[in-house]
Structure formats: C-alpha cells, structure tokens
C-alpha cells in the first residue's frame, strides 16, 4: 500500500469538508436542493414496498379463480345459476359469488363488497369496534368512512342510490386491515345485490380448487371460456391466480414506468439548478483555485478536492432525504404528502402508510445525489483548474 | 482548515450512523409485523384491492386489475359525460391488462 499517496487524499478530503464550512451558505443551498430531489424518490420507494407487501397478501388470500362475465372486452355481470356450474367441476373445493360494486357515501366514492355471510371466516379479528354481519341490512364500514361520517356499531345510514333502504353499522374495520379496507363497506351478497338492483346476479365468481388441482381445474375452465358454453348469452373470462400473480410484479415492477417519468422531469429541473447553485460563490471558488494553483497544487488535485466535496455532500443529502421520509412516513404517517403516493387518503390518512425502508433506496438516493453535485461542479472546477494561475486570480 | 474538518465527517458519520440504524430498526419492525388482520380482511372479501389506491377513483384497475382488467374510463370523451380520466390514479403503481399465453394478441412487446 502506498501510504503517503493514502496520506495525500486524505489531505484533501479534510481540505474538501473544510470548504463546505467556509462556503456554508452554498453548501446549505446545494443540500437542500439535493434533499428536495431525493425525498420523493425515496418516499415514493419505500411506500411502494410497503403496498406491495400489502399487495402480497391480497393475492395470497384471495381466490385461485376469479370468474366473471365477459362481453365486447369488457367484464359484466353472470347469473347466480352458474355457481352450480362452477360447483360441479371437478377438483373445485367451493365456488362463492360475489357483488364487488363503487358508489358513494354523502360525496365519497367507497367500494362496496358483498359476500354470502356464511362464507365468511369466523372469528372477526379485523375489527376494532363491533360484531359480525347477524341480520340483513347489517354492514361493516372502513376505518375512513366510520371516521369522516361518524358510522359508529348502531348507528344507521342510507346510501344516496336507494335512500328508501336502511343500513345498520355492525362493526368497523381496524385501520390495520390494509389500505383498501378504509374506505370499503361489506355487507350480505343479498344486500348488495337489492342496493345495486342486481337481483339474481353477481359481479364475478371466487373458485377455490383442491389442493394440487388448481391446474386441473384451470384447463376445464379454459376450455369453458373458448367454446362460450358458460351460460345462455354471456361468455366468461377466468383470471387465474398466476395471472393475478403476474398482475402483482408487472403493476410494481411498471411503477418505476409512471413514477420515473414524473420524477425525469423533477430531475431535468435539478441538473439545471444545480449547476446555478454550484456556481453560487463562485468567484471566491476562483480566486481559491488560482492561489492553489500558484502554491503548487496540481489541476488533479483541485479536481480531487471538489470531488470529495461532492462526496461528503451527496452522503449528507442522501442520508437526510432518507431520515426526513423515514420522520414523515413512519412517525408522522404520512401527514400531508401521503396523498401524492396513495390516491385518496387526505391529508390526514386514517390508516398506517404502507413503507419499506431498504438499503438499496437509500444507496440509489446516494448515486443521484452523486451524480447530480458532480453535474453541477466538477466541469466547472476542471475549466479553472487547467487555466494560468493570474487568469484564475484576476 | 484543518480544525474546520472535523464538523462536516462528524456530522456525516452522525447521519450514516442514523439512517443504518433506521434501516436495523426496520428490518427489525418487519420481522415482528403482524399480519393477522390483512390476511383476515383479505380471505373475508375474497381478496380487494392490488394498486396504491384507497377507493377506486377514476379507474377500477390501479385499484384492483381483477375486477376490471380494463381502464374504459381513458378510451375516449363519452359525448355529454366527463372526459377521459388521468392516465393513472396511482404515482407508485400501475397496472395494464395482461395477455393471456392462450391469447394471439400478444407479442413480444407485451412481455
């Protein structure tokens, strides 16, 4: 090992921290850009792990089949008698209809869920307030919906779609039942069914198959969706869990497509500012540069100087931007800033925010910043560096 | 300059010793997370919800692609009603109809 050479970068990585004090304003003024462009990156990162855990789950639990009905592309409705169909094929563990709908509560969109009440897992673990579903009209609210209209267990409601029908709240979910259940409110298939004017019908199937028949029942399925013998008029279109599983990594895997190209323009806009806040004392960097250069330093070595700026700099950012997404997510939940990563939570979000936090955010937040300060800088640093020292003073 | 060194590697070593503990924190938490209540909620309603969406707004598929593979809301301007809706409700995911092996459409493309 070449120790004095060690000794000599050293040297200048205490002569690059002693500049950011000297210049503290310009060094204030580059973190704060630095962290205004990481922290959504990295928020933005983090939520996305959280949710797809949550995600996970959902497909993990869900059905092994969803049928539903199919026409000119797009999914309608099936009669109620092709349970039994689905129940005779070979291999199905249980069929179970369901009535998944949107409407509105007062003037908010919630999804509404309707499942026959015998089908429903027992002990109610997920909720904080209140019972299961005994009687017809009984429902269970979302955390949100509870919250924002006071639906407390007893209390009753009308939907604006049928205002002659009478809803009695049952219980409310917890806030740790997902995301999706805060604003949902579940009830018996023959309630959504009459709410929604369905009568003997339902929005799709859920098929469970026996174990290790999943495969078996999925041909015998598609053979059903290709000659459109699944009722009198309708054809059906069958997602299968593995297609919902490819669902799962291509939505998440996409969300770098939507996601970076919102943030390509927050990072075009960067680069731009950057370079005029790198310039900021700009003419005390010069004049520096030139008497370096007359004390004897080499150009390399100005260049390394500014280059472990940009390093201690780019550390600091990076490791702020992630401190602050981890205050404002985990501590703070989110308030304010939860509603640019989660689509309808309010400024004040009624359930804990999904995140994540990972190395490999925070080391990718490192490299932007990286990249971003060395953008800024080092091109500059390398015109000075290599003009006369007088030029450079002057 | 010497002495003015010392403030900057102290306070970065601060703030890496910070976000490592965060990250330990984390991965700690999740070890210890419960699930109880998600996988309840999830086999009661037969599995809701996929996108990062609370309410399915605008399009039903950021919010769940298993109820509607298809955003029909951005086809085009329905005469006398809104127009089409934002490309996504969702700035972390995002969800488009998969193909099916089974299906001639699909190319190369798509996958």
């Known amino acids: 090992m070449n120790v004095p050479s060690l000794q000599s970068h050293w040297n200048l990585l205490r002569a690059a921290c002693g500049n950011l004090v000297r210049f503290l304003p310009r060094t204030l003024v580059v973190l704060l850009c630095l962290v205004a462009v990481i922290f959504p990156f990295v928020t933005a990162l983090t939520i996305s792990e959280g949710v797809q855990f949550q995600s996970a789950i959902s497909v993990l639990e869900g059905a092994d089949f969803y049928v539903t009905g199919n026409a000119a592309g797009s999914s309608i409705p099936l009669p109620m008698e092709d349970l039994e169909r689905l129940e005779a094929l070979e291999g199905v563990a249980r069929a179970v209809p369901r009535i998944v709908g949107r409407t509105y509560v007062a003037d908010r969109v919630i999804t509404l869920v309707g499942l026959p009440v015998d089908a429903t897992p027992p002990p109610a673990v997920g909720l904080n307030q209140g019972g299961p579903l005994r009687n017809s009209g009984d429902v269970l609210v979302g955390s949100s919906i509870s919250k924002t209209y006071d639906l407390e267990p007893g209390t009753d409601f009308r939907f604006p779609i049928k205002p002659r029908k009478t809803f009695h709240v049952a219980g409310v979910f917890s806030s740790d039942c997902t995301i999706w259940s805060s604003s949902v409110i579940f009830m018996s298939i023959e309630d959504a069914a009459d709410l929604f004017g369905m009568e003997e019908n339902v929005t799709d199937f859920l098929v469970y198959a026996e174990p290790d028949r999943a495969f078996e029942i999925d041909m015998r399925l598609q053979e059903e969706e290709k000659s459109r013998r699944f009722g009198p008029l309708t054809n059906i279109r069958v997602q299968s869990r593995q297609l919902v599983e490819r669902y799962l990594h291509r939505g998440f895997n996409m969300r770098m497509g939507i996601f970076t190209a919102f943030y390509t323009v927050a990072f075009a806009l960067a680069v731009p500012a950057l370079l005029i806040v790198s310039g900021f004392g700009w003419a005390d960097r010069r004049r520096e540069v030139g008497m370096l250069r007359v004390v004897g330093w080499q150009s390399s070595e100005i260049i390394e100087m500014v280059a472990w700026e940009n390093l201690v700099l780019s550390l600091m950012g990076a490791c702020i931007a992630f401190l602050a997404s981890f205050v404002w997510i985990r501590l703070l939940n989110g308030l304010f800033i939860a509603q640019f990563f989660i689509a309808e939570t309010g400024l004040v979000p009624d359930f804990p925010v999904p995140s994540r936090f990972l190395p490999l955010p925070l080391f990718f937040s490192f490299l932007l910043a990286l990249l971003l300060t060395m953008t800024g800088s080092l091109y500059n640093t390398w015109r000075l560096a290599t003009i006369a020292p007088a030029e450079a003073i002057r | ?111």
């Open chain 2, 1 to 111: 300059m010497e002495t003015r060194a010392k403030g900057p590697l102290l306070f970065c070593a601060i703030l890496l010793f910070l976000s490592l503990s965060v990250l330990a924190l984390d991965a700690h938490r999740w070890k210890s997370l419960s699930d109880r209540e998600m996988r309840w909620f999830q086999e009661l309603t037969g599995g809701l919800g996929m996108g990062a969406v609370a309410a399915p707004v605008w399009s039903v598929i950021d919010f769940d692609p298993r109820l509607q593979p298809v955003d029909e809301s951005k086809l085009w301007p329905v005469p006398g009603s809104y127009s089409y809706s934002p490309a996504s409700t969702s700035s972390v995911t995002r969800f488009r109809e998969v193909l099916k092996d089974s299906d001639p459409a699909k190319t190369s493309k798509e996958e």
